[in-house]
């Protein structure tokens, strides 16, 4: 079974960074596209970066220049290093493999990011 | 800057029909862009309702029905049932490893 567990929410003051893991199991994260995708408090989803299978990344512009994403294969896992964050940055993070037709084809439970002084 | 557009919100009635739809600010929908949709209530983790513009997800019962109608993408619920309420999102691939998200329909089943 196909399963994704993120963690490492919490509230970080503007400026700040933080580092958020995703966990898998029932799947090896490096032989699939992996992504993270983000939603504000009472807002819609935001297609938020994409590691594929062969390294290449990609980030969404409200992004781009702050957010890392990164595998570790040992450890079948995701991250997204998030720096310089700020107020609208706030927002659960979901991790979600990516599937056939580029589809968020299983999702993780989120983690909650509040960047707040 | 692209933007995905959906209607703010949408209602039927129990055992009714209805259609959402998945737009572009600028230009038509078609298959190229793998349009899928995603049901979400409040609280939860989005579900996979549709992928590559009508391939149901597994366990996604057949009144879910995805279509290009015009220029726009679109999700057919058809017999709707009170659990069906809540928010759906589409997401178009824009290509080059870009995704966006259209901003969600909420709708109610009354």
């Known amino acids: 079974e196909v399963q994704l567990v993120e963690s490492g929410g919490g509230l970080i003051q503007p400026g700040g960074s933080l580092r958020l893991s995703c966990a898998a199991s029932g799947f090896t994260v490096s032989s699939n596209y992996m992504s993270w995708v983000r939603q504000a408090p009472g807002k819609g989803l935001e297609w938020v970066s994409v590691l594929y299978s062969g390294g290449t990344t990609h980030y969404a512009d409200s992004v781009k220049g702050r957010f890392t994403i990164s595998r570790d294969n040992s450890k079948n896992m995701l991250y997204l290093q998030m720096n310089s964050l700020r107020a609208e940055d706030t927002a659960v993070y979901y991790c979600?493999?990516?599937?056939?037709?580029?589809?968020?084809?299983?999702w993780g439970q989120g983690t909650l990011v509040s960047v707040s002084s | 800057q692209t933007v995905v557009t959906q209607e703010p919100s949408l209602s039927v009635s129990p055992g009714g029909t209805v259609t959402l739809t998945c737009g572009l600010s600028s230009g038509s929908v078609s298959t190229t862009y793998y349009p899928s949709w995603y049901q979400q209530t409040p609280g939860q983790a989005p579900r996979t309702l549709i992928y590559?513009?009508?391939t149901r997800s597994s366990g996604v019962p057949d009144r879910f029905s995805g279509s290009i109608l015009g220029n726009k993408a679109a999700l057919t619920i058809t017999g709707a049932q009170a659990d069906d309420e809540s928010d759906y999102y589409c997401v178009l691939y824009m290509g080059g490893g870009i995704w966006v998200f259209g901003g969600g329909t909420k709708l109610t089943v009354l």
């Open positions: 979600a493999r990516v599937g056939t037709g580029d589809n968020f084809e299983s």
């Open positions: 590559i513009t009508n």
